[in-house]
Structure formats: structure tokens, C-alpha cells
């Protein structure tokens, strides 16, 4: 019989520049062309610096950062749709009020049950017979 070599380590992604992937430098070059958007603009100082400080940390954090084995992109994308799309869980079951058809039989004595002997099930099953056959 025919051996094949199986394919392993499936979900690492190659790294094509350097130690760096495709998505993670995408990520990065987007970082540096937001800076360099941010700078011909022409900021002054005061706001330049921290819109440049905040994009970089969120660009590198959407290139190397995971939460729970999960990318952050992954994660962003899941509290967005989250928001988006609220979903209603219940943690503790409500009592439904009884319709107005439906009528609770209390029981007064809970020890004492009636004993359903051969001939009284016999007698059961006749009278529901006939009662079913009269309704038709």
C-alpha cells in the first residue's frame, strides 16, 4: 500500500518579507503611509504626535497582537458584529402566566395515589374507545 505524506503546520502563514508576513506588513506599510498622510497635512506638533503614536500601536496591534490564540482583527470583528447585531440570552427561565384554557388540579393529599388495578384499566381503555368512536 501507497504511503502519502500529510500535510502539517497548515494554519502557520509563510513569512514572505523577512520575519513578517503578507498581512502583518500590509499592516505595517498602512501604518506608514497614515503617518506620512498625517505629516503632509502638515499638524503642528501637539496633535501630530499622539494621532501618530495612537495609529501605530493600533496598526502594530492588528499586525502582531492576539487574544486568546484569536488575531485582534479577528477579535474587532466580532465585537463589531456584536454590536451590530444584538442577540437576547436568557440566563434564568421566566415563569409563562397560565393561559386562560389551562387549569392547574391541585392535589390534596400528594402521598395518596389511586391504584390502577387490571380491571379498572381495562374499563379505561373501553370507555376511551367508545368515546373516541362517538366523536367521529
Known sequence: MQQFQVPQYIEVEDKLFGPLTVKQF???LGAGGFVLLLWILGLPGFIFWPIAIVAVGFFVGLAFYQVNGQPLVAVLNNALNQITHPRRYM???EP???KK???V??????THLPQLTAGKLKDLSWTLDVSEKLER
Open 101 to 103: 384554557e389551562q387549569r
Open 26 to 28: 500590509v499592516y505595517i
Open 105 to 110: 388540579i391541585e392535589v390534596k393529599d400528594p
Open 96 to 98: 409563562h402566566p397560565l
Open 91 to 93: 440566563w434564568k427561565r
